[in-house]
């Protein structure tokens, strides 16, 4: 089928409108329309070509809302006019143990990206979200909560499920205290996760202005980075602490604000190594470790904990023709706090 959307042709270019075809529909698949798509830090790293040769001409797009308009035969997940949600990928080798086990994010084999990757086949590019149409297997799509809005619910898709997975990971919850740094797409997800589990909640950001959004999101505790000595007070502190920054920064700093048995999680992705001091490991038994997204079982769980918390990501609604600007704006972190393009623009 004929699809419409926005693309880069080659590395570093400016995202254009583009027609091209989806697959047509199979025995387990499902075509949704796509109502919103949520503009991912990771799409602008992927048609700059920052993380190693990519595939164009490229539609980008992991934050993925709509609703069923076609169902393939054997379909029994999803009916026609269901609200659901696509995320990171969408596909996976389904046999693997962390396939069996729902956790296909870490399919030994490799998930299928869901797009800048080959579908399974091994020769057709797999195209993402920023399109009208989709076409996609039931098993690898999420169901939406009715009292949730949908340009809100796009960014859970990633950004949500990035911070839900470790938070629930570290069994976070009442008596617990919890750090996020950085207070951006990723990290105010973190924070309404967690306040709404009933931890204490600090916020480290190197924008003081964040501190009322910071706290009208539910944090505690606010502490802008910019000040000399901020983490004095908070050595052996923190039951979990969540990076989220992709800026290249000291870890040690935040290790020693780990209280015994703590874990700091890397989520964002620096530009370089971290330079990890052992000595900011041992005194605690402190962990360091790592997250990605989440599994569909997990993702499932995290968006009916939305609709019965009433979460969702605050967003910024664009059309198609504001992608470049909002790339430009994302970088330079301009937004509050995650862009969304309306779908019917493309």
Not at 47 to 73: D, K, N, R, S, Y
Not at 160 to 167: E, F, K, N, Q, W
Request: hydrophobic content about 40%; some cysteine.
């Amino acid at each position: 089928m004929k699809v419409r959307g926005y693309a880069a042709m080659e590395a570093k270019a400016e995202l254009k409108p583009w027609e091209f075809d989806r697959r047509e529909l199979g025995a387990n698949d499902i075509a949704l329309h796509i109502k919103y798509s949520g503009i991912c830090h990771s799409d602008i790293h992927q048609v700059w070509e920052e993380w190693g040769p990519a595939i164009f001409p490229m539609v980008p797009g992991h934050e993925i809302a709509g609703l069923v308009t076609h169902v393939g035969p054997s379909v029994s997940k999803f009916k026609v006019g269901d609200r659901i949600g696509v995320g990171v990928f969408v596909d996976s080798c389904r046999n693997c143990p962390p396939c069996l086990k729902g956790l296909q994010q870490y399919c030994i084999e490799g998930m299928t990206g869901t797009y800048n990757q080959l579908e399974r086949d091994g020769k057709t590019p797999a195209m993402g979200g920023y399109s009208n149409v989709m076409v996609i297997n039931e098993d690898y799509a999420v169901s939406i909560p009715d009292n949730l809005p949908l340009d809100g619910v796009a960014p859970l898709l990633c950004a949500g499920i990035t911070l839900y997975s470790p938070i629930k990971h570290w069994k976070i919850g009442p008596g617990k205290q919890v750090a996020v740094m950085g207070l951006g797409g990723l990290g105010h997800m973190g924070v309404k996760f967690a306040v709404a589990l009933g931890a204490e909640v600090t916020v480290f950001s190197h924008s003081p202005a964040k501190e009322a959004d910071a706290k009208a999101m539910g944090a505690h505790h606010f502490v802008s980075t910019k000040e000399a000595d901020f983490s004095k007070q908070y050595r052996k502190h923190f039951d979990l602490i969540l990076n989220t920054v992709s800026a290249e920064l000291d870890i040690n700093i935040y290790l020693e604000m780990l209280n015994v048995d703590g874990t700091l999680v890397v989520i964002g992705l620096p530009g370089k190594p971290y330079a990890v001091e052992v000595g900011a490991l041992l005194p605690a038994r402190r962990s360091l470790s790592g997250s990605m997204i989440g599994g569909i079982p997990e993702m499932q769980e995290m968006l009916n904990f939305c609709g019965k918390h009433n979460i969702v990501s605050d967003v910024e609604v664009i059309t198609a023709d504001y992608i470049n600007v909002a790339y430009e704006r994302t970088v330079a972190s301009d937004v509050k706090y995650r862009f969304v393009i309306d779908a019917t623009t493309f």
